[in-house]
């Protein structure tokens, strides 16, 4: 640090003073890089740890359906993500569909229909949905809602059967894709309610005044000032919640009786998703069993990566496009 | 339908006040009427239900709100307008919604309670599962509670000082491209499945200490990776809350940067901070899947030591009670109650973090007495 | 088409407070009346009543009778919706839908009372209020571009052309110019001018040049003090508000020096 002799005084002080900006500055510095470093490390350590398998493999892994990657004497390692890959997008599709109108119906409800007194606590009430741990809605859609279910779906299958996605024999169980997508869109719901909300919140009153003033009823005014206004906050909102279950696991295992087939039928048992599966198949798996299981857990990653960074762009565009 | 042919009418000047006083003066429904409409609806469904012996709340529900959609609907059609009706009928299906969403929330806090309250007690919470063959009538979650506390405490000592310095460097250091590129990466982490948290530990584990190694630091940094992102995220918006003049206030009085963080900046938002953080324990609390990866599921004794062996969790324990409820006889029953006992506990314990969080961010935080 | 608007003892709350005390006037029909006074003296919550807009706002409140042409606005059998669809709203700053293009703008609110207007119906009423709001030539060639992409003095003369496709009996303007630069209010006061030939036009503002340039008859507000309702002061012809008004309090007003 020193240079000269005169300046050593002058210098020494602030020295000292930087000295604690420089070592604190680094430090935080220092653990934004470990960030980075760690997600770098999710993906590298993956990959490394789904080699030893994918190079063993016989079968191809993104077109096969089958899982048997741990060979006794004389067999073949093979093993796919096809068939999980299908159940994971279905499982997130049924959840998709069934959460989002209800979401943006509950946002809608909490800033422009409940009684303003009421509104925080009823938002608080569906923030609470997202407090419970999916194990316990796991249990709870095992143990209490598939037999609930059942009568609805004897009937969807008897009236809505002609359609190939509710086509009969119904599971005599209950523990379908259908269940499945069911408690995932209960999981969801306050994530695309959240970001709603935040949207319906920020359309300008000048927005809503003008559709007013125009002399428009309450519904008239939200599909002409706040809907399209809120448009990409609950896309983005959805394509969010989707990322979550996509990536849902216990709720999946416990409730799906699950088997490796690709079947649109959602009201019969089978399909089965990534991350169930890993988490049904970690306990017994040795060997190239764990790293095939790493392996499709890097599909997994890669899809929710994908579906998360898609979410945030649209998100941040409409940042811009307010501000 | 008067309002539909309104502007046509307008347009002549020679037919005004008695197409504008009806185009002003609408019929309509009395104020009181949706109510009551939804409480006729409400008692027909019920009637209905009741005579034909199938009586259960939710498709009664069902059917309520659809009569009753349709039936206000049709009838301000018929008193009011169209513009009316569809109005009314949006207000009622956004009313709906919400109750949807209440509806699992009801079920699901109820059934846990009700099934659980059956073996929760004193002597669940305090004993292990240590000797417990499957057909006894004994056993608790005293070691899943252990675990749980080492492990999310172990992943709250790792989480808080590397997500809360990130969120220093992104609100009070960072600029251009890693400032950036820090922002965006966190959020990526976000959304990272919890499984594949767990997968990234035993890829570590396995390249470390060789394959199937578990024990409970394994578990804590599997869930460092999921609360590190929410830390760093609320701790963010915290700090950008503290306003800039209490840092130019400290500069003007000569104080370095970093000292300014540490004692002006941080103090102010400690109440936003803490609060952040609880609700990020809260979350990573009931996780699973990344626990039976890398802390295990074999334990049944109490094992507080995370670098030794299987460590049990409240979540852990509870799938595992529900995987031995397919064991026949006594054994399944026991272990279902044992399900819904340690539910109970784990829902529990989320919301006095919760709660906690709240009186916090009441109590804590300045200006607010 | 344009009505006559007769106000008597109107009180307007917010929750428990007392905004506007006691207000009785008439609007006449095919003029301009303005409604000046200091800021917060109550003129545009007062303006708001006249359509029901100020029910927009939580906890607000009216007593008294609000007559168009001899219909009680406040009526209960009156619905809000079509009041406001008789008297249309101008606001302070241009809030032009954002996500819309000019066309479909204009047409928004005509919209919302015949859905199935046809093509040909609806370029007509486009066409026919853009030129009523001198907008028709300056936007003719990009209807279909959004109407946020134009100058503020264009919003806001897309937002009353916006407002007279409805046919509205009566224009409400709060403060229409206050965001503009001199140019533009030079338009819209011209604009004005030329409407007032077939509806009844209530403006606010703050500009006493402009009160005395646009309007026939003035009405003045003013607190009675601190946390106290404004009050209607004064309402006569413009030119006698300006050059010999009753009151004292408006003579200090109008010359400058706030009682």
């Not at chain 1, 009786?257 to 990534?274: A, C, D, E, H, Y």
């Not at chain 2, 539909?4 to 347009?11: L, R």
């Not at chain 2, 599962?129 to 005293?142: L, W």
């Not at chain 2, 808080?160 to 950036?180: D, F």
């Amino acid at each position: 640090m020193t240079t000269t002799d005169s300046s050593e005084t002058a210098v020494a002080p602030r020295g000292k003073r930087r000295l604690g900006d420089l070592v604190f500055a680094n430090s935080a510095r220092g653990a934004g890089l470990l960030i980075l470093a760690i997600l770098a490390g999710v993906a590298l350590f993956l990959i490394v740890q789904s080699l030893s398998s994918l190079t063993a493999n016989e079968g191809n892994f993104f077109t096969s359906s089958e899982w048997s990657p741990e060979a006794g004497p004389g067999e073949e390692v093979r093993f796919g993500v096809a068939a999980l890959a299908f159940g994971t997008v279905l499982g997130a599709a049924i959840a998709l569909v069934l959460a989002t109108p209800v979401a943006v119906g509950i946002a809608l409800f909490i800033v422009y229909y409940a009684p303003r007194r009421l509104a925080a606590l009823l938002g608080y009430l569906v923030d609470l949905l997202a407090a419970i741990p999916s194990v316990v809605y796991g249990l709870w859609g095992l143990v209490y809602l598939v037999d609930q279910l059942q009568p609805l779906y004897r009937f969807m299958a008897e009236y809505l059967g002609w359609i190939p996605l509710f086509a009969g024999p119904v599971s005599s169980t209950g523990r379908t894709m259908l269940s499945a997508g069911i408690v995932l869109a209960v999981m969801i719901l306050p994530i695309i309610t959240a970001m709603a909300r935040d949207v319906f919140t920020q359309v300008p009153q000048t927005h809503r005044e003008a559709a007013l003033a125009l002399g428009a009823t309450r519904w008239e005014m939200i599909r002409t000032a706040v809907l399209p206004f809120g448009r990409p906050g609950v896309i983005g909102g959805a394509m969010l919640g989707m990322g979550r279950a996509l990536g849902e696991t216990m709720a999946v295992a416990m409730i799906l009786s699950p088997s490796l087939v690709i079947s649109p039928n959602v009201l019969q048992s089978g399909n089965q998703t990534i991350a169930a599966h890993i988490a049904l198949q970690y306990p017994e798996a040795t060997g190239t069993g764990v790293s095939a299981l790493i392996a499709a857990g890097l599909v997994l990653f890669g899809i929710t990566l994908a579906v998360n960074m898609a979410a945030r762009f649209v998100v941040s565009r409409r940042k811009e496009f307010t501000e | 339908m008067t309002t539909a042919t309104q502007p046509t009418a307008t347009g002549s000047s020679g037919e005004g006040p008695d197409i504008q006083s009806s185009g002003l003066y609408s019929r309509q429904l009395p104020t009181y009427f949706p109510a009551a409409l939804l409480v006729v609806c409400a008692a027909v469904a019920s009637g209905a239900f009741f005579l034909l012996g199938a009586f259960h709340p939710v498709p009664v529900a069902a059917v309520t709100a659809i009569g009753y959609l349709v039936a206000v609907t049709t009838s301000s059609a018929v008193v009011e307008n169209n513009r009316r009706a569809k109005d009314r009928l949006v207000t009622g299906v956004v009313y709906c919604c919400f109750a949807i969403a209440v509806v699992p929330l009801i079920s699901l806090l109820s059934t846990v309670v009700v099934f659980g309250i059956e073996r929760f007690d004193l002597y669940f919470l305090s004993v292990s599962m240590n000797g417990v063959i499957p057909s006894m009538d004994a056993g608790g979650v005293y070691h899943a509670i252990v675990g749980t506390l080492v492990i999310t405490g172990l992943a709250t000592v790792i989480s808080v000082p590397i997500g809360l310095m990130t969120a220093v460097y992104v609100v009070e250091y960072g600029r251009g491209r890693l400032k950036q590129a820090i922002t965006f990466f966190v959020d990526v982490m976000t959304g990272i499945p919890s499984i594949v948290a767990g997968l990234f530990v035993v890829a570590l584990w396995i390249m470390v200490f060789g394959p199937g190694q578990t024990n409970g630091l394994a578990g804590a940094i599997a869930l460092s990776v999921l609360m590190i992102p929410v830390v760093v995220r609320s701790s963010e918006e915290m700090l950008r809350l503290v306003p800039n003049e209490l840092r130019e206030a400290a500069y003007a009085l000569g104080v370095p940067k970093w000292l300014t963080i540490v004692k002006v900046v941080l103090p102010t938002a400690v109440a936003g901070l803490t609060t952040g953080i609880i609700l990020a324990l809260a979350r990573v609390i009931g996780e699973t899947a990344p626990l039976i990866l890398t802390a295990g599921m074999a334990s049944t004794r109490i094992n507080a030591n995370p670098v030794e062996g299987d460590m049990m969790s409240l979540p852990v324990y509870i799938y595992k009670a529900v995987r031995d409820m397919g064991l026949s006889g006594e054994a399944g029953v026991y272990a279902e109650e044992r399900a819904w006992a340690a539910a109970l506990t784990l829902i529990l314990v989320v919301m006095l973090l919760f709660l906690t969080a709240r009186l916090v961010s009441r109590f804590l935080s300045p200006g607010k007495g | 088409m344009a009505k006559r608007i007769d106000v008597s003892d109107l009180n307007v709350y917010y929750g428990d407070f007392k905004a506007v005390e006691d207000v009785t006037m008439t609007v006449e029909p095919r003029s301009v009346t303005a409604f000046i006074g200091s800021s917060g003296c109550g003129k545009s919550t007062f303006l708001r009543t006249l359509n029901r807009m100020h029910e927009v706002t939580p906890g607000a409140r009216v007593q008294g009778k609000v007559m168009l042409d001899n219909l009680d606005v406040y009526d209960h059998s009156v619905d809000p919706v079509s009041v406001r669809r008789e008297i249309g709203m101008v606001f302070q700053r241009a809030n032009p839908f954002p996500t819309m293009s000019i066309y479909d703008n204009v047409i928004a609110g005509a919209k919302l009372n015949n859905q199935r207007m046809s093509k040909s119906r609806s370029d007509e009423i486009v066409e026919r209020s853009l030129r009523d709001a001198n907008l028709w030539e300056e936007v003719k060639d990009r209807l279909n571009k959004p109407g946020a992409g134009l100058s503020g003095g264009q919003q806001q003369r897309l937002c009353i052309a916006r407002a007279t496709a409805v046919e509205p009996a009566v224009l409400l303007m709060d403060e229409p110019c206050s965001a503009l630069d001199p140019i533009s209010t030079l338009a819209i006061e011209d604009l004005i001018a030329k409407l007032k030939e077939n509806y009844t036009i209530v403006i606010v503002t703050h500009n006493m040049q402009q009160a005395a340039r646009v309007s026939d008859r003035t009405a003045f507000f003013n607190l009675a003090g601190t946390g106290q309702p404004g009050r209607l002061i004064e309402m006569g012809d413009t030119n006698k508000i300006f050059t010999k008004p009753d009151k004292k309090e408006t003579e200090n007003y109008i010359t400058g020096r706030f009682g």
